[in-house]
Protein backbone atom coordinates (compact mmCIF):
# COMPACT_ATOMS: atom_id res chain seq x y z
CA UNK A 1 0.00 0.00 0.00
CA UNK A 2 3.36 2.39 -0.26
CA UNK A 3 1.04 3.70 -3.16
CA UNK A 4 -1.07 5.21 -1.01
CA UNK A 5 0.43 6.08 2.23
CA UNK A 6 0.37 9.61 1.07
CA UNK A 7 -3.44 10.34 -0.08
CA UNK A 8 -5.03 11.14 3.11
CA UNK A 9 -2.27 13.97 3.63
CA UNK A 10 -2.39 14.90 0.00
CA UNK A 11 -6.16 15.11 -0.82
CA UNK A 12 -8.76 15.55 1.49
CA UNK A 13 -10.63 12.88 0.91
CA UNK A 14 -11.52 12.53 4.57
CA UNK A 15 -11.10 15.59 5.80
CA UNK A 16 -8.51 18.33 5.01
CA UNK A 17 -9.36 22.14 5.36
CA UNK A 18 -10.03 24.81 2.94
CA UNK A 19 -7.85 27.43 3.35
CA UNK A 20 -4.08 27.13 4.10
CA UNK A 21 -1.31 29.86 4.50
CA UNK A 22 2.01 28.79 4.53
CA UNK A 23 5.58 30.77 4.23
CA UNK A 24 8.07 30.25 1.68
CA UNK A 25 10.88 28.53 3.12
CA UNK A 26 13.47 31.06 4.03
CA UNK A 27 10.66 34.11 4.32
CA UNK A 28 9.74 36.36 6.88
CA UNK A 29 7.49 35.55 9.45
CA UNK A 30 4.99 37.78 9.68
CA UNK A 31 4.57 38.34 13.30
CA UNK A 32 8.71 38.71 13.29
CA UNK A 33 8.72 41.45 10.25
CA UNK A 34 10.09 44.52 11.00
CA UNK A 35 8.60 46.03 8.03
CA UNK A 36 5.87 48.76 7.93
CA UNK A 37 2.61 47.10 7.30
CA UNK A 38 2.18 49.38 4.86
CA UNK A 39 4.70 47.96 2.56
CA UNK A 40 2.88 44.72 2.59
CA UNK A 41 0.98 44.04 -0.76
CA UNK A 42 -1.85 41.65 -0.74
CA UNK A 43 -2.24 39.78 -4.60
CA UNK A 44 -5.37 37.87 -5.31
CA UNK A 45 -5.65 35.44 -7.74
CA UNK A 46 -8.93 33.57 -8.74
CA UNK A 47 -8.82 30.71 -11.54
CA UNK A 48 -10.83 28.06 -13.15
CA UNK A 49 -10.19 25.02 -15.44
CA UNK A 50 -11.94 22.29 -17.11
CA UNK A 51 -14.90 24.25 -17.44
CA UNK A 52 -15.52 21.78 -20.58
CA UNK A 53 -18.05 24.32 -22.00
CA UNK A 54 -20.47 23.44 -19.01
CA UNK A 55 -22.72 26.96 -19.29
CA UNK A 56 -25.67 26.13 -17.36
CA UNK A 57 -25.87 25.13 -13.52
CA UNK A 58 -25.45 21.24 -13.01
CA UNK A 59 -25.76 18.86 -10.07
CA UNK A 60 -22.80 18.04 -8.70
CA UNK A 61 -21.07 15.20 -6.28
CA UNK A 62 -18.86 16.34 -3.75
CA UNK A 63 -17.13 14.31 -1.46
CA UNK A 64 -14.81 16.51 0.44
CA UNK A 65 -15.29 15.75 4.68
CA UNK A 66 -16.25 12.04 4.16
CA UNK A 67 -19.84 12.06 3.00
CA UNK A 68 -21.26 12.34 -0.20
CA UNK A 69 -23.45 14.51 -1.02
CA UNK A 70 -24.92 15.96 -4.56
CA UNK A 71 -25.91 19.32 -4.95
CA UNK A 72 -26.83 21.83 -8.16
CA UNK A 73 -23.91 24.07 -8.59
CA UNK A 74 -21.92 25.86 -11.27
CA UNK A 75 -23.09 27.66 -14.29
CA UNK A 76 -21.29 30.60 -16.03
CA UNK A 77 -23.56 32.97 -14.25
CA UNK A 78 -22.61 31.80 -10.98
CA UNK A 79 -19.15 31.76 -11.38
CA UNK A 80 -19.04 35.12 -12.83
CA UNK A 81 -21.18 36.26 -9.98
CA UNK A 82 -18.56 35.25 -7.33
CA UNK A 83 -15.78 37.03 -9.27
CA UNK A 84 -17.42 39.88 -9.28
CA UNK A 85 -18.16 39.05 -5.11
CA UNK A 86 -14.63 38.88 -4.66
CA UNK A 87 -13.73 41.53 -7.27
CA UNK A 88 -15.75 43.97 -4.88
CA UNK A 89 -14.08 42.50 -1.41
CA UNK A 90 -10.79 43.34 -3.29
CA UNK A 91 -11.65 46.86 -4.49
CA UNK A 92 -10.79 45.25 -8.03
CA UNK A 93 -7.39 44.41 -7.49
CA UNK A 94 -8.30 40.52 -8.73
CA UNK A 95 -6.47 38.62 -11.38
CA UNK A 96 -9.03 36.09 -13.18
CA UNK A 97 -7.29 32.83 -15.04
CA UNK A 98 -8.60 30.01 -16.98
CA UNK A 99 -6.08 27.07 -16.77
CA UNK A 100 -7.78 24.93 -20.12
CA UNK A 101 -10.60 22.99 -21.72
CA UNK A 102 -12.96 25.92 -21.51
CA UNK A 103 -14.82 25.64 -25.34
CA UNK A 104 -15.52 21.97 -25.25
CA UNK A 105 -17.83 19.36 -23.71
CA UNK A 106 -21.42 20.08 -24.19
CA UNK A 107 -23.99 19.80 -27.02
CA UNK A 108 -23.59 23.64 -27.83
CA UNK A 109 -19.73 23.80 -27.96
CA UNK A 110 -19.95 20.85 -30.48
CA UNK A 111 -22.81 21.89 -32.58
CA UNK A 112 -21.15 25.54 -32.80
CA UNK A 113 -17.44 24.51 -32.68
CA UNK A 114 -17.11 26.22 -29.68
CA UNK A 115 -18.62 29.73 -31.21
CA UNK A 116 -21.71 29.32 -28.54
CA UNK A 117 -19.21 29.98 -25.45
CA UNK A 118 -17.97 33.34 -26.64
CA UNK A 119 -20.70 35.99 -25.34
CA UNK A 120 -20.75 34.10 -21.67
CA UNK A 121 -17.26 33.39 -21.63
CA UNK A 122 -15.98 36.78 -22.26
CA UNK A 123 -18.63 38.11 -19.60
CA UNK A 124 -16.39 36.05 -16.98
CA UNK A 125 -13.42 39.05 -16.89
CA UNK A 126 -10.89 36.42 -17.05
CA UNK A 127 -7.36 37.95 -17.59
CA UNK A 128 -5.56 35.33 -19.18
CA UNK A 129 -5.43 31.55 -20.35
CA UNK A 130 -3.88 28.44 -21.10
CA UNK A 131 -5.21 26.25 -24.03
CA UNK A 132 -6.37 22.90 -22.89
CA UNK A 133 -5.46 19.42 -24.99
CA UNK A 134 -9.46 19.39 -25.92
CA UNK A 135 -9.25 23.44 -27.46
CA UNK A 136 -7.94 22.01 -30.38
CA UNK A 137 -11.00 19.23 -30.87
CA UNK A 138 -12.47 21.19 -33.66
CA UNK A 139 -9.07 22.12 -35.23
CA UNK A 140 -5.89 24.50 -35.41
CA UNK A 141 -7.95 27.28 -37.82
CA UNK A 142 -10.76 26.82 -35.70
CA UNK A 143 -8.61 27.41 -32.46
CA UNK A 144 -7.05 30.72 -33.80
CA UNK A 145 -10.34 32.06 -34.92
CA UNK A 146 -11.64 31.60 -31.13
CA UNK A 147 -8.64 33.05 -29.63
CA UNK A 148 -9.08 35.86 -31.60
CA UNK A 149 -12.23 36.60 -30.69
CA UNK A 150 -11.50 36.09 -27.03
CA UNK A 151 -11.44 39.48 -24.70
CA UNK A 152 -8.08 37.67 -23.06
CA UNK A 153 -4.96 35.90 -24.42
CA UNK A 154 -4.08 33.03 -24.88
CA UNK A 155 -0.69 32.39 -23.11
CA UNK A 156 1.34 28.83 -24.64
CA UNK A 157 5.34 28.44 -24.44
CA UNK A 158 5.34 25.41 -26.08
CA UNK A 159 2.35 25.65 -28.75
CA UNK A 160 4.11 26.42 -32.25
CA UNK A 161 2.85 26.25 -35.60
CA UNK A 162 4.63 23.05 -36.79
CA UNK A 163 6.06 24.35 -40.28
CA UNK A 164 7.25 27.93 -39.61
CA UNK A 165 7.74 26.66 -35.64
CA UNK A 166 6.65 30.19 -34.18
CA UNK A 167 4.44 30.59 -31.26
CA UNK A 168 1.15 30.41 -31.53
CA UNK A 169 0.18 32.72 -28.50
CA UNK A 170 2.58 34.29 -26.26
CA UNK A 171 4.76 32.62 -23.82
CA UNK A 172 3.47 34.31 -20.81
CA UNK A 173 1.22 37.20 -19.39
CA UNK A 174 2.83 39.97 -17.15
CA UNK A 175 -0.03 42.64 -15.32
CA UNK A 176 0.00 44.79 -12.38
CA UNK A 177 -2.42 43.59 -9.78
CA UNK A 178 -2.55 45.75 -6.57
CA UNK A 179 0.89 47.17 -6.76
CA UNK A 180 2.32 43.61 -7.34
CA UNK A 181 4.08 43.23 -10.63
CA UNK A 182 3.00 39.71 -11.36
CA UNK A 183 3.48 37.15 -14.59
CA UNK A 184 1.79 33.76 -15.88
CA UNK A 185 3.57 31.70 -17.61
CA UNK A 186 1.65 29.18 -19.72
CA UNK A 187 2.07 25.39 -20.47
CA UNK A 188 0.19 23.38 -22.15
CA UNK A 189 0.09 19.31 -22.42
CA UNK A 190 2.60 18.22 -25.16
CA UNK A 191 1.63 14.68 -25.62
CA UNK A 192 -1.96 16.06 -27.07
CA UNK A 193 -0.83 14.50 -30.90
CA UNK A 194 -0.77 10.95 -29.29
CA UNK A 195 -3.58 11.69 -26.56
CA UNK A 196 -6.25 13.39 -28.70
CA UNK A 197 -7.08 12.02 -32.23
CA UNK A 198 -4.21 12.65 -34.30
CA UNK A 199 -6.51 14.76 -36.60
CA UNK A 200 -7.36 16.98 -34.34
CA UNK A 201 -3.70 18.86 -34.03
CA UNK A 202 -2.18 18.26 -37.41
CA UNK A 203 -0.22 21.55 -38.20
CA UNK A 204 0.94 21.78 -34.34
CA UNK A 205 3.88 21.30 -32.98
CA UNK A 206 3.84 20.76 -29.31
CA UNK A 207 7.16 20.90 -26.91
CA UNK A 208 8.51 20.03 -23.70
CA UNK A 209 9.23 21.71 -20.48
CA UNK A 210 12.58 22.33 -21.31
CA UNK A 211 11.95 26.43 -21.85
CA UNK A 212 10.19 26.87 -18.96
CA UNK A 213 13.44 27.59 -16.36
CA UNK A 214 14.64 29.96 -18.79
CA UNK A 215 11.24 31.91 -18.93
CA UNK A 216 10.80 31.64 -15.61
CA UNK A 217 14.19 33.77 -15.12
CA UNK A 218 12.99 36.15 -17.87
CA UNK A 219 10.32 37.47 -16.35
CA UNK A 220 11.93 37.72 -13.33
CA UNK A 221 15.01 39.12 -14.10
CA UNK A 222 13.44 41.51 -17.25
CA UNK A 223 10.25 41.98 -16.58
CA UNK A 224 10.48 42.44 -13.11
CA UNK A 225 8.03 40.26 -11.97
CA UNK A 226 7.40 39.96 -8.05
CA UNK A 227 5.26 36.98 -7.97
CA UNK A 228 5.63 34.19 -11.20
CA UNK A 229 2.36 31.88 -11.61
CA UNK A 230 3.24 28.54 -13.95
CA UNK A 231 -0.37 28.18 -15.42
CA UNK A 232 -0.04 24.38 -16.84
CA UNK A 233 -2.56 22.21 -18.24
CA UNK A 234 -0.90 18.76 -18.06
CA UNK A 235 -2.82 17.28 -15.12
CA UNK A 236 -1.76 17.49 -11.45
CA UNK A 237 0.66 14.45 -10.69
CA UNK A 238 2.97 15.71 -14.14
CA UNK A 239 2.59 19.57 -12.40
CA UNK A 240 3.65 18.42 -8.84
CA UNK A 241 6.33 16.99 -11.25
CA UNK A 242 7.58 20.20 -13.19
CA UNK A 243 7.78 21.95 -9.59
CA UNK A 244 10.72 20.54 -8.37
CA UNK A 245 12.17 21.19 -12.55
CA UNK A 246 11.37 24.65 -13.02
CA UNK A 247 12.67 26.80 -9.96
CA UNK A 248 11.30 30.50 -9.18
CA UNK A 249 8.02 29.66 -9.30
CA UNK A 250 5.68 30.93 -6.75
CA UNK A 251 2.49 28.49 -7.36
CA UNK A 252 2.02 26.20 -10.21
CA UNK A 253 -1.78 26.49 -11.44
CA UNK A 254 -2.51 23.27 -12.65
CA UNK A 255 -5.68 21.89 -14.84
CA UNK A 256 -6.39 18.59 -16.65
CA UNK A 257 -6.85 15.96 -14.87
CA UNK A 258 -10.14 17.97 -12.70
CA UNK A 259 -8.56 16.80 -9.48
CA UNK A 260 -10.07 19.60 -5.95
CA UNK A 261 -7.01 19.96 -4.06
CA UNK A 262 -8.79 21.47 -0.84
CA UNK A 263 -4.97 21.47 0.62
CA UNK A 264 -2.13 23.27 -1.80
CA UNK A 265 0.84 19.85 -2.37
CA UNK A 266 4.14 21.93 -1.07
CA UNK A 267 6.92 20.44 -3.70
CA UNK A 268 10.71 22.20 -3.73
CA UNK A 269 9.36 25.56 -2.27
CA UNK A 270 6.25 26.07 -4.49
CA UNK A 271 2.43 25.11 -4.34
CA UNK A 272 0.96 22.78 -6.54
CA UNK A 273 -3.09 23.22 -7.06
CA UNK A 274 -5.78 22.60 -8.84
CA UNK A 275 -9.36 23.96 -8.67
CA UNK A 276 -11.77 20.67 -9.95
CA UNK A 277 -14.11 21.14 -12.61
CA UNK A 278 -17.06 22.00 -14.42
CA UNK A 279 -17.55 25.55 -13.08
CA UNK A 280 -18.32 23.97 -9.48
CA UNK A 281 -15.46 25.18 -7.93
CA UNK A 282 -13.32 28.18 -8.09
CA UNK A 283 -9.94 28.49 -6.46
CA UNK A 284 -8.84 31.27 -4.72
CA UNK A 285 -5.09 32.26 -3.80
CA UNK A 286 -3.98 35.44 -1.75
CA UNK A 287 0.07 35.81 -1.96
CA UNK A 288 1.35 38.37 0.75
CA UNK A 289 4.53 40.78 -1.24
CA UNK A 290 7.40 42.33 1.03
CA UNK A 291 10.69 44.21 -0.57
CA UNK A 292 9.65 42.02 -3.99
CA UNK A 293 9.00 38.00 -2.90
CA UNK A 294 5.84 36.29 -1.38
CA UNK A 295 5.81 35.91 2.62
CA UNK A 296 2.48 34.63 2.76
CA UNK A 297 0.28 32.13 0.87
CA UNK A 298 -3.00 31.38 1.20
CA UNK A 299 -5.47 28.81 -0.79
CA UNK A 300 -8.99 28.01 -0.52
CA UNK A 301 -11.08 25.73 -2.93
CA UNK A 302 -14.69 27.35 -2.82
CA UNK A 303 -17.60 24.80 -3.52
CA UNK A 304 -20.30 27.05 -6.12
CA UNK A 305 -23.68 25.89 -5.24
CA UNK A 306 -26.65 27.14 -5.54
CA UNK A 307 -27.37 27.22 -1.93
CA UNK A 308 -23.98 29.37 -1.37
CA UNK A 309 -24.16 31.66 -4.22
CA UNK A 310 -26.26 32.78 -6.49
CA UNK A 311 -25.97 33.34 -10.14
CA UNK A 312 -25.17 36.92 -12.14
CA UNK A 313 -28.47 37.84 -14.12
CA UNK A 314 -26.22 39.37 -16.80
CA UNK A 315 -24.13 36.11 -17.66
CA UNK A 316 -27.61 34.50 -16.94
CA UNK A 317 -29.19 35.91 -20.08
CA UNK A 318 -26.23 35.43 -22.14
CA UNK A 319 -26.26 31.92 -21.37
CA UNK A 320 -29.34 31.32 -22.61
CA UNK A 321 -29.17 34.06 -25.61
CA UNK A 322 -26.00 31.57 -26.22
CA UNK A 323 -28.25 28.45 -25.36
CA UNK A 324 -31.75 29.22 -27.34
CA UNK A 325 -30.95 28.00 -30.94
CA UNK A 326 -30.07 24.87 -29.59
CA UNK A 327 -32.35 24.05 -27.06
CA UNK A 328 -34.82 21.79 -28.75
CA UNK A 329 -32.02 19.43 -30.21
CA UNK A 330 -30.52 19.04 -27.06
CA UNK A 331 -33.72 19.24 -24.75
CA UNK A 332 -35.39 15.81 -26.86
CA UNK A 333 -35.44 12.63 -24.66
CA UNK A 334 -33.39 9.65 -25.43
CA UNK A 335 -34.03 7.36 -22.36
CA UNK A 336 -34.66 6.98 -19.25
CA UNK A 337 -32.64 6.46 -15.84
CA UNK A 338 -34.21 5.00 -12.87
CA UNK A 339 -30.75 5.38 -11.02
CA UNK A 340 -27.94 8.13 -10.68
CA UNK A 341 -25.14 7.75 -12.82
CA UNK A 342 -21.57 9.45 -11.99
CA UNK A 343 -18.49 9.25 -13.15
CA UNK A 344 -15.98 10.46 -10.51
CA UNK A 345 -13.78 7.86 -10.36
CA UNK A 346 -10.77 6.51 -11.82
CA UNK A 347 -11.39 2.20 -12.10
CA UNK A 348 -14.81 2.01 -12.35
CA UNK A 349 -18.23 3.69 -12.27
CA UNK A 350 -21.72 2.98 -13.06
CA UNK A 351 -21.98 5.52 -15.95
CA UNK A 352 -19.07 4.35 -18.01
CA UNK A 353 -20.51 0.34 -17.59
CA UNK A 354 -23.75 2.22 -19.43
CA UNK A 355 -21.51 3.60 -22.16
CA UNK A 356 -19.17 0.29 -22.74
CA UNK A 357 -22.55 -1.74 -22.44
CA UNK A 358 -24.02 0.46 -25.43
CA UNK A 359 -20.65 0.27 -27.64
CA UNK A 360 -19.92 -3.54 -27.39
CA UNK A 361 -24.09 -4.17 -27.79
CA UNK A 362 -23.79 -1.85 -31.40
CA UNK A 363 -21.08 -3.61 -32.53
CA UNK A 364 -21.89 -7.25 -31.72
CA UNK A 365 -18.93 -8.58 -30.14
CA UNK A 366 -17.31 -9.98 -27.29
CA UNK A 367 -15.64 -6.84 -25.87
CA UNK A 368 -17.04 -3.36 -25.67
CA UNK A 369 -14.54 -0.65 -24.41
CA UNK A 370 -14.82 3.19 -23.74
CA UNK A 371 -12.30 5.89 -23.77
CA UNK A 372 -11.13 6.88 -19.70
CA UNK A 373 -13.15 10.09 -20.33
CA UNK A 374 -13.09 12.56 -16.94
CA UNK A 375 -16.34 14.45 -18.39
CA UNK A 376 -19.46 14.57 -17.30
CA UNK A 377 -21.71 15.60 -14.23
CA UNK A 378 -23.80 13.39 -12.71
CA UNK A 379 -26.74 12.45 -14.27
CA UNK A 380 -30.12 11.79 -11.74
CA UNK A 381 -32.74 9.82 -12.18
CA UNK A 382 -35.28 10.59 -14.68
CA UNK A 383 -35.14 11.62 -18.67
CA UNK A 384 -31.95 11.08 -20.47
CA UNK A 385 -31.54 14.07 -23.24
CA UNK A 386 -29.02 14.55 -26.51
CA UNK A 387 -27.12 17.38 -23.97
CA UNK A 388 -26.48 14.41 -21.71
CA UNK A 389 -24.65 12.64 -24.67
CA UNK A 390 -22.96 15.02 -25.38
CA UNK A 391 -21.91 15.59 -21.98
CA UNK A 392 -20.22 12.27 -20.84
CA UNK A 393 -19.25 11.52 -24.43
CA UNK A 394 -18.65 15.08 -26.20
CA UNK A 395 -17.14 13.82 -29.48
CA UNK A 396 -19.37 11.83 -32.35
CA UNK A 397 -16.87 9.13 -33.37
CA UNK A 398 -17.71 6.31 -35.67
CA UNK A 399 -17.69 3.13 -33.60
CA UNK A 400 -14.94 0.33 -35.24
CA UNK A 401 -14.91 -3.47 -34.53
CA UNK A 402 -11.91 -5.85 -35.28
CA UNK A 403 -10.39 -9.37 -33.74
CA UNK A 404 -7.44 -9.08 -31.14
CA UNK A 405 -5.31 -11.69 -29.48
CA UNK A 406 -5.30 -12.70 -25.63
CA UNK A 407 -1.85 -11.46 -25.99
CA UNK A 408 -2.56 -7.81 -27.24
CA UNK A 409 -5.56 -7.63 -24.46
CA UNK A 410 -2.82 -8.22 -21.97
CA UNK A 411 -0.21 -5.86 -23.28
CA UNK A 412 -3.27 -3.40 -23.72
CA UNK A 413 -4.36 -3.32 -20.49
CA UNK A 414 -0.41 -3.18 -18.90
CA UNK A 415 0.04 -0.30 -20.85
CA UNK A 416 -3.00 1.02 -20.05
CA UNK A 417 -2.24 0.44 -16.23
CA UNK A 418 0.95 2.07 -16.81
CA UNK A 419 -0.65 5.48 -18.20
CA UNK A 420 -2.72 5.87 -14.97
CA UNK A 421 -0.65 4.46 -12.00
CA UNK A 422 3.28 4.87 -13.28
CA UNK A 423 5.40 5.88 -10.39
CA UNK A 424 7.25 9.21 -12.73
CA UNK A 425 4.66 11.55 -13.15
CA UNK A 426 6.39 12.36 -16.63
CA UNK A 427 4.92 8.84 -17.51
CA UNK A 428 1.17 9.38 -17.03
CA UNK A 429 -0.83 9.69 -20.01
CA UNK A 430 -4.11 10.79 -20.96
CA UNK A 431 -7.38 9.98 -18.54
CA UNK A 432 -8.36 7.24 -16.51
CA UNK A 433 -8.42 4.10 -17.07
CA UNK A 434 -10.49 2.72 -20.50
CA UNK A 435 -14.12 1.23 -19.65
CA UNK A 436 -14.29 -2.43 -20.55
CA UNK A 437 -17.68 -4.31 -20.97
CA UNK A 438 -17.89 -8.20 -21.09
CA UNK A 439 -14.47 -8.33 -20.07
CA UNK A 440 -13.06 -8.41 -16.39
CA UNK A 441 -9.94 -7.46 -14.88
CA UNK A 442 -7.43 -7.32 -11.45
CA UNK A 443 -4.67 -5.92 -11.00
CA UNK A 444 -2.24 -3.99 -8.50
CA UNK A 445 -1.80 -0.50 -8.91
CA UNK A 446 1.54 -0.30 -7.45
CA UNK A 447 3.21 -3.46 -8.82
CA UNK A 448 5.87 -2.23 -11.73
CA UNK A 449 4.86 -1.29 -15.11
CA UNK A 450 4.09 -4.87 -17.25
CA UNK A 451 3.27 -6.56 -13.98
CA UNK A 452 0.49 -5.43 -13.02
CA UNK A 453 -2.39 -7.61 -13.93
CA UNK A 454 -3.45 -10.34 -12.00
CA UNK A 455 -6.50 -11.92 -13.78
CA UNK A 456 -8.19 -10.84 -17.76
CA UNK A 457 -11.38 -12.72 -18.13
CA UNK A 458 -13.52 -12.02 -20.93
CA UNK A 459 -17.47 -14.23 -20.85
CA UNK A 460 -16.00 -15.09 -17.49
CA UNK A 461 -13.41 -17.26 -19.42
CA UNK A 462 -9.50 -16.84 -18.45
CA UNK A 463 -8.05 -14.89 -21.61
CA UNK A 464 -5.96 -17.04 -23.58
CA UNK A 465 -3.03 -15.69 -25.14
CA UNK A 466 -3.59 -17.15 -28.89
CA UNK A 467 -7.05 -17.03 -28.95
CA UNK A 468 -8.58 -14.14 -30.86
CA UNK A 469 -11.36 -11.82 -29.60
CA UNK A 470 -14.20 -9.70 -30.95
CA UNK A 471 -13.77 -5.92 -29.47
CA UNK A 472 -15.70 -2.60 -30.44
CA UNK A 473 -14.60 0.81 -29.52
CA UNK A 474 -14.28 4.08 -31.09
CA UNK A 475 -12.32 5.09 -34.38
CA UNK A 476 -9.91 8.03 -33.55
CA UNK A 477 -9.20 10.41 -36.11
CA UNK A 478 -6.00 10.10 -37.42
CA UNK A 479 -5.48 6.39 -36.38
CA UNK A 480 -4.01 4.23 -38.64
CA UNK A 481 -6.42 1.70 -39.88
CA UNK A 482 -5.22 -1.19 -37.93
CA UNK A 483 -5.79 0.55 -34.30
CA UNK A 484 -8.82 0.40 -32.64
CA UNK A 485 -8.51 1.98 -28.58
CA UNK A 486 -4.66 2.52 -28.77
CA UNK A 487 -4.40 -1.08 -29.80
CA UNK A 488 -2.71 -1.50 -32.81
CA UNK A 489 -2.63 -4.20 -34.98
CA UNK A 490 -6.24 -5.66 -35.15
CA UNK A 491 -7.24 -8.19 -37.52
CA UNK A 492 -10.45 -7.87 -39.89
CA UNK A 493 -10.71 -3.81 -39.09
CA UNK A 494 -14.36 -2.61 -39.53
CA UNK A 495 -15.72 0.77 -39.43
CA UNK A 496 -19.50 1.23 -38.47
CA UNK A 497 -21.93 3.51 -39.76
CA UNK A 498 -23.13 4.12 -35.34
CA UNK A 499 -21.81 6.41 -33.42
CA UNK A 500 -21.34 6.41 -29.77
CA UNK A 501 -24.01 8.77 -29.23
CA UNK A 502 -26.44 6.04 -31.65
CA UNK A 503 -25.12 3.61 -29.64
CA UNK A 504 -26.45 4.85 -26.60
CA UNK A 505 -29.85 5.87 -27.90
CA UNK A 506 -30.04 2.11 -29.30
CA UNK A 507 -29.29 0.62 -25.76
CA UNK A 508 -31.48 2.75 -23.94
CA UNK A 509 -34.47 2.80 -26.48
CA UNK A 510 -34.30 -1.35 -24.98
CA UNK A 511 -35.00 0.09 -21.67
CA UNK A 512 -32.62 -1.99 -19.72
CA UNK A 513 -32.28 -2.04 -16.30
CA UNK A 514 -29.30 0.20 -15.27
CA UNK A 515 -27.28 -0.09 -12.09
CA UNK A 516 -25.64 2.37 -10.56
CA UNK A 517 -23.35 0.17 -8.37
CA UNK A 518 -20.31 -1.10 -9.33
CA UNK A 519 -19.73 -4.72 -11.07
CA UNK A 520 -15.88 -5.06 -10.32
CA UNK A 521 -15.42 -5.12 -13.96
CA UNK A 522 -11.82 -3.16 -12.96
CA UNK A 523 -10.53 -4.04 -9.59
CA UNK A 524 -7.17 -2.87 -8.04
CA UNK A 525 -6.61 -5.27 -5.17
CA UNK A 526 -4.50 -2.32 -3.42
CA UNK A 527 -6.55 0.65 -4.04
CA UNK A 528 -10.02 2.09 -2.27
CA UNK A 529 -13.33 0.80 -3.59
CA UNK A 530 -13.78 4.31 -5.34
CA UNK A 531 -10.57 6.07 -6.18
CA UNK A 532 -11.64 9.70 -6.56
CA UNK A 533 -8.22 10.78 -7.34
CA UNK A 534 -5.43 9.73 -9.49
CA UNK A 535 -2.69 12.15 -7.73
CA UNK A 536 -1.27 9.14 -5.38
CA UNK A 537 1.97 8.77 -4.36
Not at 95 to 109: E, N, R
Amino acid sequence: MRLFSLLGALFALGGLGSGCAELRPGSISPLAASAPASKRQQLTVLYVADLHAQLRAHPELFWHGGKERIEEAGGFARVAAVIQRIRAERGGEVLVLDAGDTIQGSGAAALTEGRALMAPLNALGLDAAVPGNWEVVYGPEVLAQRARELKHPLVAANLRDAKSGERLFPPYFVKEVGGVKVAVVGFTDPDVPRRQPPGYSQGLRYDGPEELPALVREVREREGAQVVLLMTHVGLAKAVGLAAKVPGVDVHLSGDTHERTYAPIEQAGSWVVEPGAFGSFLGRLDLWVEEGRVVERRWELIELTASRFPEDPEVARLVETALAPHEAKLSAPVGHTGVTLARYAVVENPLDNVLADAIRAAGGTEIGLSNGFRFGTPLLPGPVREADLWNFFPIVNKLKTGKVSGRQLRAFWEQELENVFARDPEKRFGGWLPRPSGMTLRFRADAPKGKRLLALEVGGEPVEDERLYTVTACEREGDAPDMVCRIPGIQEPRVLDVDAHEAVRRFLAGKPRLHDALEGRAVGEDLPSVLRTQQVQ
